[in-house]
């Protein structure tokens, strides 16, 4: 979708949901911190509520009319301001509501969240990704649109803000913080595991396995129920203790090397393991106790903080006037140009458009960009979208994502009825965002998308041909790659690789599986690695394989699959369409960048004026005659 809506944000929690989603994600900012010396506590909920509703100039009235100017047309600040609402509005307002309960609260128990709080906090989360502030505040903007008041404001500041509203309920023991680094750095068993929903099919595996534990690796890999196991012949990541699930921890950790379970029941399904090996603790040093004592305090107040606030805003609302007049027809009638009521003071439509423009503005101006060039080029191609293509777009999305009829058509009804469901928006919104654009594209892009018998080839191999089933040891720098070589050229096993691959491999899935990865097909997009693994005979290893700059990799055969489909003919019809509507993702994307790229852009929101080819600062250039007009 051109703007698409965080479905983590439609609902009551959509406020502190922002920031504490933010807590789990890889956040940067801008260069510069806001510049604000005072207390960085938003003005009280009287005085925005007032300003808001008039006789205190609104930052709307001081903005630009105009936002952007595209090859001549301009875009004014209204459509956008209608735009964001339309999308936005009941999210936004939503916040701002939250926003004003946690200022009362905070006035009404004496909480200052100073700029240094701030301040800490950003260099603290900044820390935690191994980022300095600056270029922590730089991937911000650049990845998820949000400015550094934006991030100081409505994300730090409510958290800092909840947290200690809500200390009493968050707060995490020592031995709570001990009993986590025990289940980090504490003993750990890898098991292998046979799960089956039947009871008596269980036992007769169990037999099997008990008979000859050798075969345990096989009937897991034939049998088991559970997909991401049964792939790596039963082998699970190694099991920690305090890990949440206590048989599975209490039966594990009983059994000796070797060992089989009894069969034993873990939710629906009936449940044997073969324990592999125990594997030490692995204390952590001494001096980064202290950070990562941290670490998991943040990570335990953090997870319980979203329940507190909600909660808190629970409490708050109860004593607290909310009307939200935005998404309500009959209000809005009723109240003109006011977007709701907190305890009967008004909060502007104005006021509500300049939060959304702050918001999500930016991502809204790019919609619109993209709307008015291909409308542009359309035109220019003498093209016309029609409403048949439309319902095409709408039927391809549909079976895109699995929605079919019990005849095989596109259960467009159902799609449709999903979408607006979760995305929370209108049908024109979701035909606008999403099926417009993707028609328009697909309109001028598809001339120049062909398949050929070459790709059909490749894309029958592929897909149809026969895997390399490799283990793998991954490795960040040549240097250790050279001396894992030269452990593994000493003892060239199977077991001695994949106990290398535990000890050494910097990929997780391969260094908790003993090497074992994802089967490896040919055209998967890496060739080299392709190269290597189908040149190599069973039971060999092979030399130290650069990926890149930084990674390296040495790779150990077990075997090859024998192909299942041999008859190309059969489904060359599924590969051709599967082919072409890759080709034709590829066309489209490249179809977009020509048309920004040879357009002539002045983007004041983006702070960016782009002539054919080339993006300059604003600041480096004046606005455009048209737009001083």
């Known amino acids: ?47 925005v509520v007032n300003q808001s509703a008039g006789g205190q100039p609104n930052a709307s009235d001081k903005a630009p009319k105009v936002v952007a100017v595209v090859n001549g047309h301009t875009i004014t600040r209204e459509k956008i301001a209608d735009a964001c609402i339309e999308r936005f509005g009941t999210i936004v307002l939503d916040n701002l509501l939250n926003k004003y309960l946690i200022v009362q609260a905070c006035e009404a128990k004496g909480i200052k969240i100073t700029q240094a709080d701030v301040n800490a906090e950003i260099d603290r989360v900044a820390s935690k990704f191994v980022l300095t502030t600056k270029l922590f505040l730089q991937s911000i903007d650049q990845e998820r649109d949000v400015t550094p008041e934006q991030y100081a404001s409505e994300i730090v500041w409510p958290m800092l803000a909840l ?31 046979i799960a089956v929903s039947q009871a008596e099919k269980a036992q007769d595996l169990h037999r099997q396995a008990t008979e000859k534990p050798e075969l345990f690796r096989r009937l897991a890999k034939e049998h088991s129920e559970d997909a991401p196991s049964a792939s790596v012949e039963g082998l699970l990541p190694p099991i920690r203790q305090y890990s949440g699930d206590d048989m599975l921890e209490r039966m ?52 319980r903080l979203g329940k507190a606030a909600e909660e808190l805003f629970a409490s708050l609302q109860q004593t607290s006037q909310v009307v939200a007049v935005i998404g309500n027809a009959e209000l809005e009638k009723q109240h003109p140009g006011v977007a709701g009521f907190l305890n009967n003071q008004p909060i502007s439509r104005d006021q509500l458009a300049t939060e959304c423009i702050q918001r999500h503005g930016r991502q809204v101006l790019r919609g619109e960009i993209n709307r008015l060039l291909l409308t542009e080029s359309l035109k220019s191609a003498k093209l016309t979208l029609g409403e048949g293509e439309i319902q095409a777009e709408l039927a391809a999305a549909a079976a895109g994502m699995g929605y079919f009829n019990s005849d095989g058509s596109p259960n467009t009804d159902a799609w449709v009825k999903t979408v607006l469901e979760d995305e929370k928006v209108p049908y024109h919104i979701y035909i606008q965002d999403a099926i417009w654009p993707s028609a328009a594209l697909k309109m001028l892009a598809k001339s120049e998308v062909q398949v050929s018998d070459e790709d059909l080839k490749k894309g029958f191999e592929s897909n149809f041909g026969p895997r ?70 069973a039971g060999s290893h092979s030399g130290v394989i650069a990926l890149s700059n930084e990674q390296y990799c040495i790779l150990y055969k077990q075997s090859e699959t024998t192909p299942i489909v041999q008859d190309f003919e059969a489904v060359k019809p599924e590969i051709q369409r599967e082919l072409y509507d890759k080709k034709l993702q590829v066309a489209m994307q490249k179809k977009m960048d020509s048309l920004l790229k040879a357009a002539h852009v002045e983007n004041f929101l983006e702070g960016s004026i782009q002539m054919a080819r080339t993006v300059v600062p604003a600041s480096a250039q004046g606005p455009s005659t048209q737009v001083l007009k």
């Open 163 to 193: 947290r200690a509203l809500a200390a009493d309920k968050i707060a995490v023991s020592q031995q709570e913080v001990d009993r986590i680094i025990h289940s980090e750095y504490g003993p750990k068993v890898s098991v292998r595991m």
């Open 468 to 537: 390399a089933e490799v283990l793998a040891i991954v490795l960040s720098n040549q240097r250790t790659a050279e001396e894992v070589f030269r452990q593994v050229r000493q003892a060239p096993t199977e077991q001695n690789f994949g106990e290398l691959a535990a000890k050494y491999s910097v990929e997780p899935v391969s260094r908790s599986n003993f090497g074992k990865i994802q089967a490896i097909r040919r055209h998967a997009g890496m060739p080299t690695l392709e190269r290597e693994a189908f040149a190599l005979a």
């Open 252 to 303: 594990a950790f009983q059994l000796k090397e070797n060992e089989i379970s009894p069969v034993f029941q873990v939710g629906q399904l009936h449940v044997i393991l073969q324990c592999v090996r125990h594997l030490p603790a692995t204390p952590p040093d001494p001096q980064f106790l202290p950070a990562i004592q941290q670490r998991i305090v943040d990570h335990l107040r953090d997870q």
């Open 1 to 47: 979708m051109w703007f698409r809506r965080d479905p983590a944000m439609s609902n009551k929690s959509c406020f502190f949901a922002i920031f504490l989603t933010c807590l789990a994600s890889t956040w940067g900012w801008s260069q510069q911190r806001p510049t604000t010396k005072q207390p960085v506590q938003p003005a009280s909920n009287q005085t």
